[in-house]
């Protein structure tokens, strides 16, 4: 009886301990979220730099110590900057900081036992793998941040598509010079180009920085042996089946006109992106086995960053070819199988 209750005791005091690393952490991460947010108060060209990694440290406290940190250090953060600069600041750092970081925490940490067992005559059973949740629908959630934070910020400009595009139109014109807004039909039109893909532009920025600071978050909670669960195979990554369905109906609903039309070129731009990270999965798997894999990747992405994107198209035509034919599933089932290892 003496054991157990010191057995009770000992594991008392070590959840306790635990609960307060969690909360310390929690403080550390949701201050410096909190802080990098609210330095674009002062406007200086750094704080661009720390805005868009602000999602970091709470990302870091979700996979290194759980999503309860991320929950814990957003809610304290969120309220502070709440009191400090207002609500609409509060609520900004909750839609493109907190809740993203907390969200996809809690979901790559999802895991279940698959069991696997021996058969034949001596088999053994085998030790249950972990099946975690899909890489390729974490970046789905990652696409619906980019979106909502996109349309939340548009919304504060006006609550119909009119007005959001004027809204567009007189910010740029306040950037550029008087003499450039005065000028000729040409760089008008330009500026209404500008305007036209802004939302979608502003959506694939969103994305590209949650999925930068997902990834740096991931290597430094693995690097220091906190990662709670196993690196996934990226060349792998795939998207569920419905999702080139909810494409196509996303681009048929960019010609209805109005704020529908502006909120599917928003979620068009985010599901083409992805398709283009899946283009690139595709291409790391193809390439396979080839001699020089490296110098022939490194010049693919030297030429995306030269050509100006052109590329990028490529890539997903490339995703959406293969979520079509299934270029990966063929390659691998003609590789040859790997040599036995004596």
């Known amino acids: 009886m003496v054991g157990v209750l010191e057995g009770a005791s000992n594991r008392s005091k070590g959840a306790g301990q635990l609960m307060n690393t969690i909360v310390l952490i929690a403080i550390a991460a949701g201050s410096a979220s909190g802080l990098m947010f609210a330095s674009i108060i002062s406007r200086a060209l750094i704080s661009l730099l720390l805005l868009y990694f602000a999602p970091l440290p709470l990302m870091v406290a979700a996979l290194g110590w759980g999503p309860l940190a991320a929950t814990i250090g957003g809610i304290g953060a969120a309220t502070v900057l709440g009191a400090t600069f207002g609500l609409p600041f509060c609520i900004a750092f909750v839609v493109m900081v907190a809740l993203p970081a907390w969200w996809l925490g809690h979901l790559a940490l999802l895991g279940r036992p698959v069991s696997i067992d021996g058969s034949g005559e001596g088999a053994t059973t085998v030790a249950p793998v972990m099946e975690w949740y899909p890489i390729g629908r974490l970046l789905l959630w990652i696409a619906g941040f980019g979106v909502l934070s996109t349309m939340a910020t548009l919304l504060t400009l006006g609550s119909d598509a ?61 690097t220091s042996g906190r990662l709670r669960r196993s690196w ?36 068009t731009a985010a599901l083409l992106m992805i398709y283009a990270l899946i283009g690139f999965a595709v291409l790391h798997t193809l390439t396979l086995g080839l001699k020089g894999r490296g110098l022939w990747l490194t010049c693919a992405y030297a030429t995306v960053v030269l050509s100006g994107g052109w590329l990028i198209l490529a890539m997903t035509a490339l995703g959406i070819a293969d979520a079509i034919f299934g270029f990966r599933r063929r390659f691998q089932q003609k590789r040859p199988p790997p040599l036995p290892v004596f």
């Open 162 to 222: 009119a007005t959001i595009t004027e809204a567009l139109r007189a910010g740029l014109l306040r950037i550029l010079s008087p003499g450039v807004a005065a000028s000729s039909d040409d760089i008008k039109q330009r500026i209404d180009a500008a305007v036209m893909i802004a939302p979608a532009a502003a959506a694939n920025s969103a994305m590209t920085m949650l999925m930068l600071n997902f990834w740096l978050a991931a290597r430094i909670a693995a």
């Open 232 to 267: 996934p195979d990226l060349r792998s990554t795939d998207l569920p089946p419905m999702t080139l369905a909810a494409l196509s109906a996303a681009i048929a609903f960019c010609f209805s006109g109005g704020l529908l039309a502006m909120l599917a070129q928003t979620v």
